[in-house]
């Protein structure tokens, strides 16, 4: 017992699970106000060590701070006075930021018949970024100002506002991709920051300051020059900022345009729109899209095709212009595109060139089907029998056999443990036994496909956009999945033993009818973030909307019995229980091994809770969680063994549960 009180110092680790906001963010007032004249008032933005916020061009990433009024109280506050930045780089990517206190001024017109006090209030958005990544904040704020007496207020310093003072005029020429600016001031000699994206961040960064002149480069930037001014900030020798603007010699040519191609072929993946699209194709190119999304598995096993030598070869051949359509966060455009392929999930690939058939691939890709496909459309012919004609029989037979094969989709495998673990258990039982739990093992599956079904007819009624693997989407059900897979990993791992409560329900590890069929449920649960072959398309005909509610339950009935074939032949061919391996040693080794690939799965949806919370601080703490949930784990599997005492036990299961329980419980009060 001497050793328990350090038990409770396992309770530390959640102390950094209390994620705060990184930037302090209040209304100030910097002058008296009065009726008839004008106030000015600060956006204060108090940043904690090592973080920063973005100026008005944020530079290679990043989001500047805006402010919403939902009370302005008769007054008119106007735009942002911004104070001049500072370059940051890291490791290569360049941001005009702010450190440490900044104040943003805002200038506020007070009516002539204001009088007593006016409050001001609005909302406040902002990004807020350290090196290890960037968090969206939002907060209200307040202001009251006192029309008739003297305000409280904060001292600023001008001279780091250069919109308060003239802006230095001056002129530009460019050549190529050089643009050349005659500097109006020889003390301005630190960094000449854009006020838009005519340089690039980088050529900002790579400026060259030289006999009076500033040339900076104009590759790569998404904004055109033209003969309008351009506008940079920049600080004086004595710390004052200023603003030049700079307007090209009539004699030089404005350069051509900046922006890069949508259609550029090239090895790297552009971000996908129905814009983009249709710029390249416009090109003449040909488009090959990836519809995917980190919750779904088969496409991440579709990647690896990407990197065979043949296509390499085919896509550098033809010119291809590869686009990524990131279905995560259920973006309702893309979900439009699916739909016009005869899509309600993913994975799916297409190729596409102006003139010629669509190429739709198969859910599974290879690389000789990708290869074909190119080759495919680059010549003008369809690679893809259309089959909307294919009677419903075909269609319920697709849906059956992509069911089977569902068993061997990477999202199942992690659950073949418990299967094979349950039916090896009950080989050392009478045939009935082991027959029946095969039997509510597939019923579990089977009325699962069949509630999924029901569900997504009812949320498509109600005007939502659903399709399969929807509740993938889902940061909470992601989450409790993941510490579900953590702690079923544990207990096959012998950290603990499950015992006959709901956890042993879950895990099918132990003998009962429930056990079966739960665990039917639970495979039915983790099977939809995959898809397998003629399971796509076969979805994309059951969720049309030509199809009645009745037709598509009874589509994902055919569904789950095609995932429970296996087991339905267990229950319905006896003979072929009796040749289960029988229990033994082996078994055990069997029950650990198998516990990586439930390891491996709750690896992979910490990976998607990334992609759907995006707040670098959130998953930060969600993997300390998930260390607590496993020490917890193993207090409950080391304090509560026969062995112990009494006292022992009961202080075990106690730290345990609240360990486990607590966290379990924050994670899910502070899911963004």
């Known amino acids: 017992m001497r050793q328990l009180p350090l038990l409770f110092a396992l309770l530390l680790p959640l102390a950094p699970l209390l994620g705060a906001v990184r930037t302090q963010v209040d209304l100030v007032a910097l002058s008296d106000a009065a009726p008839g004249g004008k106030a000015t008032i600060a956006l204060r933005m108090k940043c904690d060590p090592h973080w920063h916020v973005y100026w008005k061009n944020p530079g290679d990433a990043g989001e500047s701070p805006t402010v919403e009024w939902t009370d302005k109280a008769g007054l008119t506050p106007g735009e942002f006075i911004w104070p001049g930045p500072k370059m940051l780089d890291q490791a290569g990517v360049y941001n005009f930021v702010y450190e440490d206190e900044t104040l943003i001024l805002i200038p506020v017109e007070i009516p002539a018949g204001a009088k007593g006090k006016v409050t001001l209030k609005g909302h406040v958005s902002w990004l807020e970024c350290d090196d290890k990544g960037c968090v969206p904040q939002e907060k209200d704020v307040s202001?009251?100002?006192?029309?008739?007496?003297?305000?409280?207020?904060?001292?600023?310093?001008?001279?780091?506002?250069?919109?308060?003072?003239?802006?230095?005029?001056?002129?530009?020429?460019?050549?190529?991709?050089?643009?050349?600016?005659?500097?109006?001031?020889?003390?301005?000699?630190?960094?000449?920051?854009?006020?838009?994206?005519?340089?690039?961040?980088?050529?900002?960064?790579?400026?060259?300051?030289?006999?009076?002149?500033?040339?900076?480069?104009?590759?790569?930037?998404?904004?055109?020059?033209?003969?309008?001014?351009?506008?940079?900030?920049?600080?004086?020798?004595?710390?004052?900022?200023?603003?030049?603007?700079?307007?090209?010699?009539?004699?030089?040519?404005?350069?051509?345009?900046?922006?890069?191609?949508?259609?550029?072929?090239?090895?790297?993946?552009?971000?996908?729109?129905?814009?983009?699209?249709?710029?390249?194709?416009?090109?003449?190119?040909?488009?090959?899209?990836?519809?995917?999304?980190?919750?779904?598995?088969?496409?991440?096993?579709?990647?690896?095709?990407?990197?065979?030598?043949?296509?390499?070869?085919?896509?550098?051949?033809?010119?291809?212009?590869?686009?990524?359509?990131?279905?995560?966060?259920?973006?309702?455009?893309?979900?439009?595109?699916?739909?016009?392929?005869?899509?309600?999930?993913?994975?799916?690939?297409?190729?596409?060139?102006?003139?010629?058939?669509?190429?739709?691939?198969?859910?599974?890709?290879?690389?000789?089907?990708v290869v074909a496909a190119l080759d495919a459309v680059a010549a003008g012919r369809a690679h893809e029998v259309a089959v909307e004609t294919h009677p419903v029989a075909y269609w319920l037979t697709l849906g059956f056999l992509g069911g089977a094969l569902l068993n061997l989709m990477p999202c199942v495998f992690p659950m073949i443990g418990l299967k094979v673990f349950s039916f090896a258990k009950d080989a050392a039982a009478d045939r009935r036994t082991a027959v029946t739990n095969a039997g509510l093992y597939s019923l579990g599956v089977v009325v699962s496909f069949m509630a999924l079904g029901a569900l997504i007819v009812a949320l498509k009624a109600g005007g939502a956009s659903v399709g399969w693997g929807f509740q993938m989407q889902s940061p909470g059900f992601v989450l409790a999945t993941c510490v579900l897979m953590l702690t079923l990993g544990l207990s096959?791992?012998?950290?603990?033993?499950?015992?006959?409560?709901?956890?042993?329900?879950?895990?099918?590890?132990?003998?009962?009818?429930?056990?079966?069929?739960?665990?039917?449920?639970?495979?039915?649960?983790?099977?939809?973030?995959?898809?397998?072959?003629?399971?796509?398309?076969?979805?994309?005909?059951?969720?049309?909307?030509?199809?009645?509610?009745?037709?598509?339950?009874?589509?994902?009935?055919?569904?789950?019995?095609?995932?429970?074939?296996?087991?339905?032949?267990?229950?319905?061919?006896?003979?072929?229980?009796?040749?289960?391996?029988?229990?033994?040693?082996?078994?055990?080794?069997?029950?650990?091994?198998?516990?990586?690939?439930?390891?491996?799965?709750?690896?992979?949806?910490?990976?998607?809770?990334?992609?759907?919370?995006?707040?670098?601080?959130?998953?930060?703490?969600?993997?300390?969680?998930?260390?607590?949930?496993?020490a917890a784990c193993w207090i409950y599997g080391r304090w509560t063994a026969p062995h112990r005492g009494d006292r022992e036990r009961a202080v075990g299961r106690a730290v345990s549960a609240l360990l486990y329980a607590g966290t379990v419980l924050y994670l899910f009060l502070s899911l963004p």
């Not at 993946?269 to 919750?295: C, H, M, N």
């Not at 009796?578 to 040693?585: C, F, T, V």
């Not at 439930?598 to 993997?623: G, I, K, M, P, T």
Request: contains cysteine; hydrophobic residues 45%; charged residues 20%.
């Open 143 to 369: 202001l009251t100002l006192d029309l008739d007496g003297p305000d409280r207020t904060l001292k600023h310093e001008p001279g780091l506002y250069p919109d308060l003072r003239p802006a230095l005029k001056t002129t530009a020429s460019v050549k190529g991709d050089q643009l050349t600016v005659q500097s109006p001031d020889p003390s301005l000699t630190g960094t000449w920051f854009p006020h838009t994206n005519f340089v690039t961040p980088t050529a900002t960064f790579q400026q060259k300051h030289a006999d009076g002149k500033v040339t900076l480069s104009t590759k790569d930037a998404t904004e055109k020059l033209s003969d309008s001014k351009l506008a940079f900030t920049t600080r004086r020798s004595d710390g004052t900022f200023v603003n030049i603007e700079a307007t090209l010699a009539s004699s030089s040519a404005p350069s051509a345009p900046a922006v890069k191609s949508a259609a550029a072929p090239s090895g790297d993946w552009l971000p996908w729109s129905p814009d983009a699209q249709a710029k390249a194709l416009a090109e003449g190119k040909i488009v090959y899209v990836d519809f995917t999304a980190r919750w779904c598995a088969t496409c991440q096993a579709n990647k690896r095709v990407y990197s065979q030598d043949e296509v390499k070869r085919a896509l550098a051949t033809h010119g291809v212009v590869l686009m990524k359509a990131d279905w995560t966060k259920k973006d309702d455009v893309i979900a439009g595109e699916l739909r016009k392929y005869g899509r309600q999930g993913i994975p799916l690939n297409v190729a596409l060139k102006q003139g010629a058939p669509v190429a739709i691939l198969s859910e599974i890709l290879t690389g000789g089907e």
């Open 492 to 630: 096959f791992s012998g950290v603990f033993e499950v015992g006959a409560g709901f956890a042993g329900n879950m895990a099918g590890a132990v003998q009962g009818g429930a056990n079966s069929f739960f665990s039917g449920v639970l495979a039915t649960a983790v099977a939809t973030p995959c898809t397998a072959p003629g399971l796509g398309a076969a979805l994309g005909f059951a969720l049309d909307q030509q199809r009645s509610g009745v037709e598509t339950v009874l589509f994902f009935l055919v569904i789950g019995a095609g995932m429970a074939l296996p087991y339905l032949l267990l229950a319905i061919f006896p003979g072929l229980s009796s040749r289960l391996p029988k229990p033994g040693e082996w078994m055990e080794s069997l029950k650990q091994g198998m516990s990586f690939p439930l390891f491996a799965y709750a690896l992979y949806l910490l990976w998607v809770l990334n992609a759907l919370v995006e707040d670098a601080d959130w998953v930060r703490n969600a993997s300390i969680g998930l260390a607590v949930i496993a």
